[in-house]
Every structure is written in structure tokens, then in C-alpha cells.
């Protein structure tokens, strides 16, 4: 191509790319070479520096180690660019566990940034410092994170909560309590962003210290919808479970409104049931809600499938049962109702984890005629999302499994398309079995039978599998899925060998299993169906289709009038094939063969004898050693039948009667299967990763026990009564301050005068009193009595403004007018001083001073030197590790004097 230019479509290639390559830093990766680094990062030119440190970035990307620069990089941290200190930064995360020496000497350069006007600055510092894993630095990382934690910039309060879960990694049990105190202060912050990561390191560090949740709920619940997408996820969950702590599961809910409680609870709720099925019409009993399974859901969610399967077999329905304790109801809680509202709106989120955590709480909490908004976010979510089809489903079909009516109008949403995955592909045939009704049965049918025909013979097998439990589930049907299985069980039986076709021989077994379970609802009236598939035995060849079929023998075989005058001519048959059957076949005829012996009438019985016996010494000869255990323990179990009888009655009496009733018990009767919950049956919180592998991830926990958090409320009650009184007392004084104004000066000097001349003595001992009892009120109101001279000095002006502000006291009695004019109250007012304690204020912190934390406060004394100085108290602690021996103050005016007088001397 272009010869004529002597250009190849390999240069110009290689051109193109690098056109494109022109101002990127692309270029670092090409030569791995460093021998050009030292010179640069020594370089004095800030441009050069820059260069060498994204060529070290460019080589431990490649996976080059590059820690023998160490030195070089941490004496750029000084560095004045604010590119150049990023980049060294980036390089120290990397490098400093493994050179903890060098690391420590940029401490002081990282606290030196912590107090930088770019807050860019700052989050580096305070990222790059709490990165370093190394105990030695972690309490002055520590308090670097709690200086960051109140700094006024939003992305470095975000650094610091991003910071505290890399603190808590450290194990650092002494300063638990202080790392978890910062993580309430960011929780209450007001930046939706800090929130969210309040929320992760909330997640990590304390999950179940739900006081710090208490403190903020309502906050977080108003600031939820506004947190980033990936903190909604972490925030919606802190939410669910502190709600379930703190009140319990909701008694309207799903979760427990459709299965009873014990006396003191309540009962299945009926018209919410009845509201919500939909073939009210198609028969007597609905499917929709499957009570057992739903206890079950709800029991996984709050102990977990592992502790709840390993006990389930040996609980009680009724002790098993949630408390009434346990429990609350959604009319009666704002918490509920304050968590339902700020989640609602997030079923629509564009992101898919969002939208499965908030259908999760609707799906939990709600009451049971509001679970079904979580339906139509769903759908939606399952068509336009592929790339989340699949965890979308998982936590539909646990939804579909315990209310199937919530997902049956919407069956269309669930129709295979070509493009599907077989896993998923796999989920919709499970959906569309499990909400078929028998009014949408008709057309999940027809699709089944476009699905019957795809190459991918292994979804055809499930489509069969799946018209089975259609059949199962709905008593309407099942004549036409049989006449269609059946067909299709002659077509397959004479397609030719279905194991040289990929997958085939599955379709052919499904089919005669979905048979079977179909037969299992009433074996009387599908006899003749059970004697097609007895003479279409020859024709199938299937191991596994052929030992169910058998299976099905042994069965029946007392069934109706024609089966059993069949089975001396299928055992013959089945001793015939015995030999050439696989191993799977032969176990399966010697069990058949063992049943029909024991329900044979009279007439065969004889020749049923010879036939067992003969397939018994086929068995013993046989290459597989399951086939010969199996053999041995027959003919052990089968003496009494199997005996010639020549011995005497009396000799095998006893010998018959015990033999008797153990082949009763294993062979004659049918014994109620035990069918322990599958994996498909265990049941994690939806949205999560365990939900979706079927079993408990790292980091997975069960929701708390409800009502596990008992908030003790005697304090707060104590508050509140504070504060009620309290407010009762400003009323009262504002009353009398009202009163006050109304009368004129005269009036207060008149009453001051009268009230000087008994409260001088009570105020004085008074405030002697409050002085030494700390616990006594600052504001005191008692009743006073007046004395008629006293009463005498109240001047006639207020009191005519007195009475006509009260026209209802001229219906009164005269001694009830005189009562009510000599009321009189005595407020005392304490010393406030010695009840406010100071704020403090910081004057230096611990990463500024080496450890050396230092605090004042002003204080309201007056000072002994002057009334013109302020009394100000100076705290000081050492937050390092290391004593502090001796501390110096300087004064810095006096200081300067001393230097000017110096300079002067010198000039001099």
C-alpha cells in the first residue's frame, strides 16, 4: 500500500499510533530503562522532578521494583508544586511498609500539609499518612484524622472518613472508642458526599453501634436520596438493620402478617390476602403467598440459613414464632414510616444496587398492600440493564417464591430471548413455572413448545422440567401437558440413539420425570398413562429414563386391574435385559423385582420366586460391586419369601414373622420422603453477594435480632421533664414580667421597696445555698405572703389596670377577688458561673507540637492582679507516646524587644 512513498501499512500503523500517543504520558511506558531517574529527581527544576516520578509511577505499574529511590522521592515531599507532592505521595502508599525507616522521616512534612490552604493539600497528606500501615505513626495518624474530620473543606472530611477504616485495620483496641466518636461526628456531617463515606467506614469498623445511628437518624434518612450512589447502598443498610434493633419487624409486613403469632400476637390478615390474589375465580385454593416459605425467608434473614437449617428440624411452629415484643406496626412508628418514604424514591435509581437495597427494606418492612411498588423498579430494571440481569433475577425469584401473585400479571417480562445466557435463561423458566396461572398457562405453554425445539438441548430439558411443575402446581392442566410429554417421549424414543445426540438423552429423561410428577397427584386416574410408559420400555434407552420408568413398576404395581396381571411378563422381560442394563438399571430392577414379589397374589407368586431368585445369581456375578452389596443384602432380607418350603411352620415362625415386617416397612409401604431444603431453598438478604453464590460471603451478616437495641430512655425522659419545667417557669415569668409592664415605674420602685424589705435576708441565704449545692435549680419560684400594710402599698393606678386586664373577677366572691390580688411570687436566680463550664479553645494540636496538645478557655473570675485582665486557664496534654519532659513559654512581644534592642546595639 503506497509503495511509491515507501510506506508499509505496518509504519503507517505504527505512525497513527503515534499521533495518538502525542501529548499523553503514554510514552513512560515504553523504555523501562531508570537509569535517567536520579539525575531528574535531584534535579532543581520542578518540570524534571515531575518527569522522573511518573516514570517510577510508569515502572511499578509494570511491576518493576523501584524502592531503592526511596530516599531520592521523600526529599522531594518538601517540594513547593503541589504536582510534584501528589506524585511523591502516590510513591510513599506504595513504598512505605516496606522502608518504614525513611517513611517516618516525612511525618513532619505530612503534618506541615495538614495545616496547607489547599485543601487538595491537605486530603493528600492526610490520605498518604493514614495509608502508611505502621503503629508507630497511627496515634498521630490518628489525630490527623480527627483535626480533618471538622476541617471546613468537604473533600478533606471525606478523606478522613475514608481514613478511618485503614486506622481500624491497624487494631488498635486503645483507640477504638476515639476512632468511632469521629465516625459519629462525620455521620452528623452536613455534605451528603462525607455521609456516604461516613456510612462505608461506619460499615467496617462499628456495624453494630447503633447509638451513633440514633443520634443522626432522621438526618441520614433526609440525606439519604442526595449521598453518592455507592454510599445509598452502605447508608440504606445501616438504616434497615438499626430500624429492625431498635422496634423490630413490622407487623403488616410480608414478613409476618400471613403467618400467626402466639397469644399475645395476632392473626393471618385475610382481606390484605384476599386483596392481593389474583384467580379468586379459578378454583378454591390461590397461590398467592406461600406462607411456610415466607416464615422461612424471614427466619434466614434475621438468624441466617446456616443457624436457622441446623436447628429447623427440631423447632416448633408456634415457640418458632415472633414475639409480639419483637414487633411493631407502621401507624405507630415514624422510624418505620421515615425509612418506607426516603427509600421509595430510590426504587427508581439508575443504579442497580441502589434499586435491589431499596426493594430489599420495601420488601422487609413494608406493610404486605405496599410490597407490590417493588415490582414495576424491578422489570424495569431486569429490561434494561443486561449487564445486572442475572443478580436481578436471583432476587426475583426469592420474591416470586414466597408471593408469586406479586409477579404473575407481568409473566411476558419473563419469555426467553435469544440472546439470553444459559443461566439465566435457566432463572426465566423457573419465573414463568412458578407464576403461571391458569389463565396465562395457555400462552407460557405455547412458548415452552417454541423452547422444546432449541439446539441448546440442555435448555430444552429444562423447558420439559418446567412444564412438570406447571402441571404440579396447577390441577387444570395436566391432561394436556401428558398427552404432549407422552409424544414427545415417543419421538424421542424413536429419533434413534439419543446418546450420540449432545444433550438429548436429557430431554428425554426430563420428560419422563415432568411424567412422573404429573402421575404422583393421582395415580388412580392416570393408569393408563403408567401402561404407556410400561410398553414404550423397549423402546427407550436411556439409563436414567429407563430406572425411573422402572421405578414406576415397582410403584404401581398394585394399581387398578391391568397392571398387576403385567408384571410377570415385565419382570420377565426385565430379567431378560438384566445383563445387558447399566449399573443404575440393574439396582433399580432388583429393588422393583423385591416389591412385586411382596404385593404378588397366589398365582404368581411362584413364578415371581424363580425370577427373583435367578436375577439374584445374576447379581452376585456381576462386575460392580454396588450391584453385588445389593444382592447379598436382599438375599438376606428376603428369606422368608424366598425359602422353599419344605421346612416345617414351626421352624421358620419366628424367623418369618421379624423378616416380614422389615420388608414390609423398606419395600411394601411408602415411606414419606424427607426432602431437606436445597441450596436453591437458602435465602440471604436480597441484594447481596450471598444471595447470589447461595452461600454466606465474607462480610455477610444476618439482620440483628429485633429489639436487640434497648435505648436506654430514663435520661432523655429526665431532659425532656427539664425542659418542660424549665418552660414552665419562663411562662410564668414572662406572665409576671407581662404583669410588671402593664404597672408603671412607680409601681416596680413601690414593690421593690416592699419586696426589700423581707427577701434581703432569704436572697443571701439563698445563693449561700446554691454555691453548695450544685445540684439545686438556677431558678427558683415561690409563693410569698403579704401582710395587709404591705398589701396597702400597691398603688391605685395599677391596681385599676390590674382589674381591667381580669373583668371575669367581678363574678366572683369578695374573698375570692381579695385571694387572687394577694398572690404574690419570689424568683431567685443562682450563680450561673459556677454551672456553665467554659468552652475551650485550641491553641495547639498534637500534630503541630509533637504530641503536645494544648487548650484555653476564658473563665469568668475577675482577676486578682486587675479587673481590666481576663482570666483565661491553659490546658496541656500529651497525646504522644513519649514523656514530655520540660515545656517553655516565650513571650514573642518581649522577645522582639530584646531582638531590636540587640540590632540596634549592633548598628551602633
Same mark, same amino acid.
Given at each position: 500500500?503506497?509503495?511509491?512513498?515507501?510506506?508499509?501499512?505496518?509504519?503507517?500503523?505504527?505512525?497513527?499510533?503515534?499521533?495518538?500517543?502525542?501529548?499523553?504520558?503514554?510514552?513512560?511506558?515504553?523504555?523501562?530503562?531508570?537509569?535517567?531517574?536520579?539525575?531528574?529527581?535531584?534535579?532543581?527544576?520542578?518540570?524534571?522532578?515531575?518527569?522522573?516520578?511518573?516514570?517510577?509511577?510508569?515502572?511499578?505499574?509494570?511491576?518493576?521494583?523501584?524502592?531503592?529511590?526511596?530516599?531520592?522521592?521523600?526529599?522531594?515531599?518538601?517540594?513547593?508544586?503541589?504536582?510534584?507532592?501528589?506524585?511523591?505521595?502516590?510513591?510513599?502508599?506504595?513504598?512505605?511498609?516496606?522502608?518504614?525507616?525513611?517513611?517516618?522521616?516525612?511525618?513532619?512534612?505530612?503534618?506541615?500539609?495538614?495545616?496547607?490552604?489547599?485543601?487538595?493539600?491537605?486530603?493528600?497528606?492526610?490520605?498518604?499518612?493514614?495509608?502508611?500501615?505502621?503503629?508507630?505513626?497511627?496515634?498521630?495518624?490518628?489525630?490527623?484524622?480527627?483535626?480533618?474530620?471538622?476541617?471546613?473543606?468537604?473533600?478533606?472530611?471525606?478523606?478522613?472518613?475514608?481514613?478511618?477504616?485503614?486506622?481500624?485495620?491497624?487494631?488498635?483496641?486503645?483507640?477504638?472508642?476515639?476512632?468511632?466518636?469521629?465516625?459519629?461526628?462525620?455521620?452528623?456531617?452536613?455534605?451528603?458526599?462525607?455521609?456516604?463515606?461516613?456510612?462505608?467506614?461506619?460499615?467496617?469498623?462499628?456495624?453494630?453501634?447503633?447509638?451513633?445511628?440514633?443520634?443522626?437518624?432522621?438526618?441520614?434518612?433526609?440525606?439519604?436520596?442526595?449521598?453518592?450512589?455507592?454510599?445509598?447502598?452502605?447508608?440504606?443498610?445501616?438504616?434497615?438493620?438499626?430500624?429492625?434493633?431498635?422496634?423490630?419487624?413490622?407487623?403488616?409486613?410480608?414478613?409476618?402478617?400471613?403467618?400467626?403469632?402466639?397469644?399475645?400476637?395476632?392473626?393471618?390478615?385475610?382481606?390484605?390476602?384476599?386483596?392481593?390474589?389474583?384467580?379468586?375465580?379459578? #378454583?378454591?385454593?390461590?397461590?398467592?403467598?406461600?406462607?411456610?416459605?415466607?416464615?422461612?425467608?424471614?427466619?434466614?434473614?434475621?438468624?441466617?440459613?446456616?443457624?436457622?437449617?441446623?436447628?429447623?428440624?427440631?423447632?416448633? +411452629?408456634?415457640? *418458632?414464632?415472633?414475639?409480639?415484643?419483637?414487633?411493631?406496626?407502621?401507624?405507630?412508628?415514624?422510624?418505620?414510616?421515615?425509612?418506607?418514604?426516603?427509600?421509595?424514591?430510590?426504587?427508581?435509581?439508575?443504579?442497580?444496587?441502589?434499586?435491589?437495597?431499596?426493594?430489599?427494606?420495601?420488601?422487609?418492612?413494608?406493610?404486605?398492600?405496599?410490597?407490590?411498588?417493588?415490582?414495576?423498579?424491578?422489570?424495569?430494571?431486569?429490561?434494561?440493564?443486561?449487564? *445486572?440481569?442475572?443478580?436481578?433475577?436471583?432476587?426475583?425469584?426469592?420474591?416470586?417464591?414466597?408471593?408469586?401473585?406479586?409477579?404473575?400479571?407481568?409473566?411476558?417480562?419473563?419469555?426467553?430471548?435469544?440472546?439470553?445466557?444459559?443461566?439465566?435463561?435457566?432463572?426465566?423458566?423457573?419465573?414463568?413455572?412458578?407464576?403461571?396461572?391458569?389463565?396465562?398457562?395457555?400462552?407460557?405453554?405455547?412458548?415452552?413448545?417454541?423452547?422444546?425445539?432449541?439446539?441448546?438441548?440442555?435448555?430444552?430439558?429444562? %423447558?420439559?422440567?418446567?412444564? #412438570?411443575?406447571?402441571?404440579?402446581?396447577?390441577?387444570?392442566?395436566?391432561?394436556?401437558?401428558?398427552?404432549?410429554?407422552?409424544?414427545?417421549?415417543?419421538?424421542?424414543?424413536?429419533?434413534?440413539?439419543?446418546?450420540?445426540?449432545?444433550?438429548?438423552?436429557?430431554?428425554?429423561?426430563?420428560?419422563?420425570?415432568?411424567?412422573?410428577?404429573?402421575?404422583?397427584?393421582?395415580?388412580?386416574?392416570?393408569? !393408563?398413562?403408567?401402561?404407556?410408559?410400561?410398553?414404550?420400555?423397549?423402546?427407550?434407552?436411556?439409563?436414567?429414563?429407563?430406572?425411573?420408568?422402572?421405578?414406576?413398576? #415397582?410403584?404401581?404395581?398394585?394399581?387398578?386391574?391391568?397392571?398387576?396381571?403385567?408384571?410377570?411378563?415385565?419382570?420377565?422381560?426385565?430379567?431378560?435385559?438384566?445383563?445387558?442394563?447399566?449399573?443404575?438399571? !440393574?439396582?433399580?430392577?432388583?429393588?422393583?423385582?423385591?416389591?412385586?414379589?411382596?404385593?404378588?397374589?397366589?398365582?404368581?407368586?411362584?413364578?415371581?420366586?424363580?425370577?427373583?431368585?435367578?436375577?439374584?445369581?445374576?447379581?452376585?456375578?456381576?462386575?460392580?460391586?454396588?450391584?453385588? @452389596?445389593? %444382592?447379598?443384602?436382599?438375599?438376606?432380607?428376603?428369606?422368608?419369601?424366598?425359602?422353599?418350603?419344605?421346612?416345617?411352620?414351626?421352624?421358620?415362625?419366628?424367623?418369618?414373622?421379624?423378616?416380614?415386617?422389615?420388608?414390609?416397612?423398606?419395600?411394601?409401604?411408602?415411606?414419606?420422603?424427607?426432602?431437606?431444603?436445597?441450596?436453591?431453598?437458602?435465602?440471604?438478604?436480597?441484594?447481596?453477594?450471598?444471595?447470589?453464590?447461595?452461600?454466606?460471603?465474607?462480610?455477610?451478616?444476618?439482620?440483628?435480632?429485633?429489639?436487640?437495641?434497648?435505648?436506654?430512655?430514663? @435520661?432523655?425522659?429526665?431532659?425532656?421533664?427539664?425542659?418542660?419545667?424549665?418552660?414552665?417557669?419562663?411562662?410564668?415569668?414572662?406572665?409576671?414580667?407581662?404583669?410588671?409592664?402593664?404597672?408603671?415605674?412607680?409601681?416596680?420602685?413601690?414593690?421593690?421597696?416592699?419586696?426589700?424589705?423581707?427577701?434581703?435576708?432569704?436572697?443571701?441565704?439563698?445563693?449561700?445555698?446554691?454555691?453548695?449545692?450544685?445540684?439545686?435549680?438556677?431558678?427558683?419560684?415561690?409563693?410569698?405572703?403579704?401582710?395587709?400594710?404591705?398589701?396597702?402599698?400597691?398603688?391605685?393606678?395599677?391596681?385599676?389596670?390590674?382589674?381591667?386586664?381580669?373583668?371575669?373577677?367581678?363574678?366572683?366572691?369578695?374573698?375570692?377577688?381579695?385571694?387572687?390580688?394577694?398572690?404574690?411570687?419570689?424568683?431567685?436566680?443562682?450563680?450561673?458561673?459556677?454551672?456553665?463550664?467554659?468552652?475551650?479553645?485550641?491553641?495547639?494540636?498534637?500534630?503541630?507540637?509533637?504530641?503536645?496538645?494544648?487548650?484555653?478557655?476564658?473563665?469568668?473570675?475577675?482577676?486578682?492582679?486587675? +479587673?481590666?485582665?481576663?482570666?483565661?486557664?491553659?490546658?496541656?496534654?500529651?497525646?504522644? #507516646?513519649?514523656?514530655?519532659?520540660?515545656?517553655?513559654?516565650?513571650?514573642?512581644?518581649?522577645?522582639?524587644?530584646?531582638?531590636?534592642?540587640?540590632?540596634? %546595639?549592633?548598628?551602633?
Amino acid at each position: 500500500m503506497f509503495n511509491q512513498f515507501g510506506s508499509t501499512s505496518e509504519t503507517l500503523s505504527k505512525a497513527s499510533a503515534v499521533v495518538l500517543r502525542i501529548g499523553t504520558d503514554a510514552h513512560l511506558y515504553d523504555d523501562p530503562e531508570d537509569v535517567n531517574i536520579a539525575p531528574l529527581l535531584d534535579s532543581k527544576f520542578e518540570s524534571e522532578k515531575c518527569e522522573a516520578l511518573k516514570r517510577l509511577l510508569a515502572l511499578i505499574a509494570q511491576g518493576f521494583d523501584v524502592s531503592n529511590f526511596f530516599p531520592q522521592v521523600v526529599k522531594n515531599v518538601a517540594s513547593q508544586s503541589s504536582e510534584v507532592k501528589k506524585l511523591v505521595y502516590l510513591y510513599l502508599l506504595q513504598y512505605a511498609e516496606k522502608r518504614p525507616n525513611e517513611a517516618l522521616l516525612s511525618i513532619n512534612y505530612f503534618q506541615k500539609d495538614l495545616g496547607d490552604p489547599n485543601p487538595l493539600v491537605r486530603a493528600w497528606a492526610l490520605r498518604t499518612m493514614a495509608g502508611i500501615r505502621l503503629h508507630v505513626i497511627a496515634p498521630l495518624a490518628l489525630a490527623a484524622v480527627s483535626k480533618c474530620a471538622r476541617d471546613p473543606a468537604v473533600y478533606v472530611r471525606k478523606c478522613a472518613a475514608n481514613a478511618l477504616p485503614k486506622l481500624h485495620d491497624l487494631r488498635l483496641e486503645e483507640h477504638a472508642p476515639a476512632i468511632e466518636e469521629i465516625v459519629g461526628i462525620l455521620l452528623n456531617d452536613h455534605s451528603p458526599g462525607v455521609v456516604g463515606a461516613a456510612a462505608a467506614a461506619f460499615t467496617s469498623i462499628c456495624p453494630n453501634n447503633f447509638e451513633l445511628i440514633r443520634k443522626n437518624y432522621k438526618k441520614l434518612c433526609q440525606i439519604l436520596p442526595d449521598v453518592e450512589e455507592w454510599g445509598q447502598i452502605l447508608l440504606i443498610g445501616t438504616l434497615l438493620r438499626y430500624v429492625v434493633a431498635r422496634h423490630g419487624l413490622v407487623r403488616e409486613s410480608l414478613m409476618l402478617s400471613l403467618h400467626g403469632m402466639d397469644s399475645n400476637g395476632f392473626c393471618e390478615k385475610d382481606a390484605l390476602v384476599r386483596d392481593l390474589t389474583l384467580d379468586k375465580e379459578d #378454583g378454591g385454593k390461590s397461590d398467592s403467598f406461600d406462607v411456610n416459605l415466607v416464615n422461612v425467608v424471614s427466619k434466614c434473614y434475621i438468624e441466617g440459613p446456616d443457624e436457622y437449617l441446623s436447628r429447623s428440624s427440631c423447632l416448633d +411452629p408456634v415457640t *418458632s414464632a415472633f414475639d409480639s415484643k419483637e414487633t411493631t406496626s407502621v401507624a405507630h412508628n415514624e422510624d418505620v414510616k421515615i425509612l418506607l418514604q426516603c427509600t421509595s424514591p430510590l426504587l427508581w435509581s439508575n443504579n442497580s444496587a441502589v434499586v435491589l437495597a431499596a426493594a430489599g427494606v420495601q420488601w422487609i418492612m413494608a406493610p404486605l398492600e405496599d410490597v407490590k411498588k417493588i415490582v414495576k423498579p424491578l422489570l424495569f430494571l431486569l429490561r434494561s440493564s443486561s449487564a *445486572s440481569k442475572y443478580v436481578v433475577l436471583c432476587n426475583i425469584l426469592v420474591f416470586a417464591k414466597a408471593a408469586p401473585s406479586l409477579f404473575a400479571p407481568h409473566f411476558e417480562n419473563f419469555f426467553i430471548c435469544s440472546s439470553d445466557a444459559y443461566q439465566v435463561k435457566a432463572h426465566k423458566l423457573e419465573m414463568l413455572s412458578l407464576v403461571a396461572t391458569t389463565s396465562s398457562i395457555s400462552s407460557i405453554l405455547r412458548e415452552f413448545e417454541d423452547y422444546i425445539k432449541d439446539p441448546d438441548r440442555r435448555f430444552a430439558a429444562d %423447558t420439559i422440567a418446567a412444564i #412438570g411443575l406447571c402441571a404440579r402446581r396447577l390441577p387444570t392442566i395436566p391432561t394436556t401437558c401428558l398427552d404432549g410429554l407422552l409424544a414427545l417421549v415417543r419421538q424421542e424414543s424413536f429419533a434413534g440413539d439419543p446418546e450420540s445426540v449432545d444433550g438429548e438423552e436429557g430431554v428425554l429423561v426430563q420428560a419422563v420425570m415432568s411424567i412422573q410428577t404429573i402421575i404422583e397427584r393421582d395415580p388412580d386416574s392416570h393408569d !393408563k398413562v403408567i401402561i404407556q410408559l410400561f410398553r414404550s420400555l423397549d423402546s427407550i434407552k436411556v439409563a436414567a429414563a429407563r430406572a425411573t420408568i422402572i421405578w414406576m413398576v #415397582g410403584v404401581y404395581c398394585s394399581l387398578g386391574p391391568i397392571i398387576p396381571r403385567m408384571l410377570t411378563t415385565l419382570t420377565k422381560y426385565l430379567a431378560w435385559s438384566f445383563k445387558s442394563e447399566a449399573s443404575e438399571t !440393574k439396582l433399580q430392577i432388583l429393588n422393583t423385582t423385591a416389591k412385586v414379589l411382596i404385593s404378588a397374589k397366589v398365582d404368581d407368586f411362584q413364578m415371581l420366586k424363580r425370577i427373583m431368585v435367578y436375577m439374584l445369581e445374576l447379581g452376585e456375578c456381576d462386575l460392580s460391586y454396588d450391584i453385588r @452389596d445389593r %444382592t447379598r443384602f436382599l438375599k438376606k432380607l428376603l428369606p422368608c419369601k424366598l425359602a422353599s418350603h419344605e421346612a416345617t411352620e414351626d421352624s421358620v415362625a419366628s424367623q418369618e414373622n421379624i423378616a416380614v415386617h422389615v420388608v414390609e416397612h423398606v419395600f411394601g409401604s411408602k415411606l414419606k420422603p424427607f426432602l431437606p431444603l436445597g441450596l436453591n431453598d437458602r435465602f440471604y438478604l436480597p441484594g447481596s453477594l450471598s444471595q447470589i453464590v447461595l452461600h454466606a460471603a465474607p462480610g455477610y451478616e444476618p439482620l440483628p435480632k429485633p429489639c436487640s437495641f434497648v435505648f436506654e430512655e430514663h @435520661d432523655q425522659l429526665s431532659d425532656s421533664d427539664r425542659q418542660r419545667d424549665a418552660g414552665a417557669v419562663l411562662d410564668r415569668s414572662q406572665e409576671s414580667s407581662e404583669t410588671g409592664d402593664e404597672d408603671g415605674s412607680s409601681d416596680y420602685d413601690s414593690e421593690s421597696s416592699v419586696g426589700s424589705e423581707f427577701s434581703s435576708d432569704d436572697n443571701e441565704r439563698k445563693v449561700s445555698n446554691d454555691a453548695s449545692d450544685p445540684a439545686a435549680p438556677l431558678i427558683q419560684i415561690s409563693d410569698t405572703s403579704v401582710s395587709a400594710d404591705q398589701e396597702e402599698l400597691r398603688s391605685r393606678r395599677a391596681l385599676d389596670l390590674w382589674l381591667d386586664d381580669q373583668p371575669s373577677t367581678s363574678n366572683q366572691t369578695p374573698s375570692a377577688v381579695n385571694s387572687n390580688q394577694s398572690s404574690y411570687a419570689k424568683i431567685s436566680i443562682g450563680d450561673i458561673g459556677s454551672r456553665v463550664k467554659p468552652k475551650c479553645y485550641s491553641l495547639l494540636d498534637p500534630g503541630n507540637g509533637s504530641g503536645l496538645k494544648v487548650d484555653y478557655a476564658f473563665l469568668s473570675e475577675v482577676s486578682i492582679v486587675s +479587673p481590666l485582665h481576663v482570666c483565661v486557664e491553659v490546658l496541656f496534654e500529651n497525646s504522644s #507516646g513519649e514523656p514530655i519532659l520540660d515545656v517553655n513559654l516565650e513571650d514573642e512581644e518581649s522577645m522582639k524587644c530584646i531582638l531590636q534592642q540587640c540590632a540596634n %546595639t549592633n548598628s551602633t
